[in-house]
């Protein structure tokens, strides 16, 4: 089912395909169930062969290797003038424009782009043919990977969904090294609990423990989610990262303790204060990790002080 | 004004006192240390919280001879010892950076007046 | 002191001017450019002073309900920094001055207001 609240934007999803078609290699979209023949084999057998398999190119090997590529226009070309008895190797393409397997899928876009063929050969690092690549396989490609993202995203919908008006819940997905954004998801909780007119003390507190708790996944995680449940007493957060851990957590706890490089103090933060800072701010603070199974921090914060008059600032 | 004045203020808490006394004539506020390398002169105490051994790398570098830290941020050992070889002071207080700015720039209009 | 004060004394550049912009009356500075350190004070804050000239000030002076944010040593604000700015409502200064320097004077004009 498509919500309407799906966040797919203009830009959002112009973006997601970018996104997708760097992380998607040309091995992910390929098809590898190949259709082949031998130098030796006639025009006649070709066509056959993609008649019988529906395809319109065939790849012609000698032992894996690539020699050249037979395409139905070939065969056209062969009915037009009487020589479909003649050997593949003798009308074959051999100017080949071949593509990697490891190369993202954005290579394969553009290669259709420039060169006005509708098949790639793709080979393995060896140099040996492993698949083709056509506009077909991409588009599918594509529109599973996207359909993927979507469910994802209709998962975390349905985890936001609001039990009632009082109660909150929302995901928010924190990228790594993303600082254009990092913050951003505290600044709108801050800004619900001011819309609520929670006390400013305590707003504060939940939107520190939050911010330090985004900084912390944009800086060290390879991305994460962070959850933020609010009801009338108190507000949970939780964050959690899928890697790549922390090795010793007692040591990340001590105020000053910094794995942090150079690039990231230039921007204000890995000072070693994050998880102290979250504690200090805390009701119950709970902090695990392990190297290679990634981390997790849960704070709670209680509304102690009642709801403030409107905010003086 | 020189280090030693500085360490007759009540609010700084001398933390590596094995250093060679130098005139100060400004103050220098920063936490981070690629601002102090640009900005900082010699002559200048450096004001920071950033309670670390780099610290002491950029202040020889840029050739301060004194530093506060402020927020009472606590000194590692390692810190110290650097410190120690290159002859430079550690002032450690409670006040945090603004206030610190304010209480050097009082000593040193003082000095200047007398 | 009233923002206009603070704008003539340390001879600012508007970069971005609240909507409510001069009615506060300003009492409260820090001076840091690690936000950690900035997040970890407990009383209230109006103007945060940095060299951090990127849209993480703004978003931490945000959270800590700052009005303003004052870059200091005349550092060049990014695009990104200025639309944070009038996103967060925060009045956005620049002044050619350093940290040290802008502490000191708002010392003085506050010991002036008082």
């Known amino acids: 089912?498509?919500?309407?609240?799906?966040?797919?934007?203009?830009?959002?999803?112009?973006?997601?395909?970018?996104?997708?078609?760097?992380?998607?290699?040309?091995?992910?979209?390929?098809?590898?169930?190949?259709?082949?023949?031998?130098?030796?084999?006639?025009?006649?057998?070709?066509?056959?062969?993609?008649?019988?398999?529906?395809?319109?190119?065939?790849?012609?090997?000698?032992?894996?290797?690539?020699?050249?590529?037979?395409?139905?226009?070939?065969?056209?070309?062969?009915?037009?003038?009487?020589?479909?008895?003649?050997?593949?190797?003798?009308?074959?393409?051999?100017?080949?424009?071949?593509?990697?397997?490891?190369?993202?899928?954005?290579?394969?876009?553009?290669y259709f782009d420039k060169f006005k063929y509708g098949r790639f050969p793709v080979v393995d690092k060896d140099n040996l043919l492993v698949g083709m690549i056509t506009s077909r396989d991409i588009n599918v490609g594509l529109l599973m990977a996207i359909n993927k993202e979507v469910s994802r995203m209709e998962e975390m919908l349905a985890q936001n969904a609001p039990v009632d008006a009082k109660n909150f819940r929302k995901v928010f997905r924190i990228r790594k090294y993303d600082f254009e954004h990092a913050g951003i998801a505290s600044n709108r909780i801050k800004k619900l609990l001011t819309e609520r007119k929670h006390d400013p003390r305590d707003i504060r507190r939940v939107a520190v423990a939050m911010y330090e708790m985004e900084i912390n996944i944009t800086v060290h995680s390879e991305g994460g989610t962070l959850t933020v449940a609010i009801d009338q007493d108190r507000a949970e957060i939780v964050a959690k990262d899928a890697a790549p851990g922390i090795e010793n957590p007692e040591l990340a706890l001590q105020e000053g303790y910094s794995t942090a490089n150079e690039w990231i103090k230039s921007l204000g933060f890995g000072a070693g204060m994050g998880l102290a800072n979250i504690r200090r701010v805390s009701d119950e603070f709970e902090f695990q990790s392990s190297l290679g199974k990634g981390t997790t921090v849960r704070a709670v914060i209680y509304f102690k002080n009642k709801k403030g008059e409107e905010h003086d600032h | 004004m020189t280090i030693k004045d500085l360490t007759r203020c009540a609010q700084l808490k001398l933390v590596q006192e094995d250093f060679d006394d130098a005139v100060i004539t400004g103050g220098y506020t920063s936490d981070l240390l690629s601002d102090v390398m640009a900005h900082a002169a010699a002559d200048n105490v450096l004001i920071t919280i950033q309670a670390h051994i780099n610290t002491i790398a950029v202040a020889k570098l840029v050739g301060i001879r004194a530093l506060i830290i402020a927020n009472d941020r606590e000194i590692l050992e390692d810190m110290a010892q650097a410190a120690k070889k290159e002859r430079i002071a550690i002032f450690c207080s409670t006040l945090n950076q603004f206030d610190l700015s304010v209480l050097i720039g009082q000593l040193l209009a003082k000095d200047h007046a007398r | 002191m009233k923002g206009d004060t603070l704008i003539k004394e340390l001879d600012c550049e508007i970069l971005y001017r609240r909507k409510e912009g001069g009615t506060k009356d300003l009492r409260s500075f820090i001076a840091s450019d690690l936000m950690s350190d900035v997040l970890l004070v407990d009383n209230e804050i109006d103007i945060l002073i940095t060299s951090l000239s990127t849209a993480q000030a703004i978003r931490t002076a945000d959270i800590v309900s700052a009005i303003g944010v004052v870059i200091v040593n005349g550092k060049p604000v990014s695009a990104d920094m200025k639309a944070a700015a009038k996103e967060f409502d925060i009045t956005l200064l620049r002044t050619k001055l350093s940290t040290f320097q802008t502490c000191g004077i708002i010392h003085r004009l506050k010991e002036h207001a008082a």
């Open chain 1, 1 to 110: 089912m498509i919500d309407k609240n799906i966040p797919i934007k203009a830009e959002d999803s112009a973006s997601l395909i970018l996104d997708l078609i760097y992380q998607l290699k040309i091995k992910d979209v390929m098809s590898r169930d190949l259709v082949v023949a031998c130098a030796q084999d006639t025009l006649h057998h070709i066509k056959t062969l993609m008649k019988q398999r529906n395809v319109t190119g065939i790849p012609i090997v000698k032992k894996d290797r690539l020699l050249g590529i037979l395409s139905i226009d070939d065969i056209f070309k062969a009915l037009d003038n009487g020589y479909m008895d003649e050997l593949a190797e003798k009308y074959m393409s051999k100017k080949l424009v071949i593509l990697e397997e490891d190369m993202p899928l954005a290579f394969a876009i553009s």
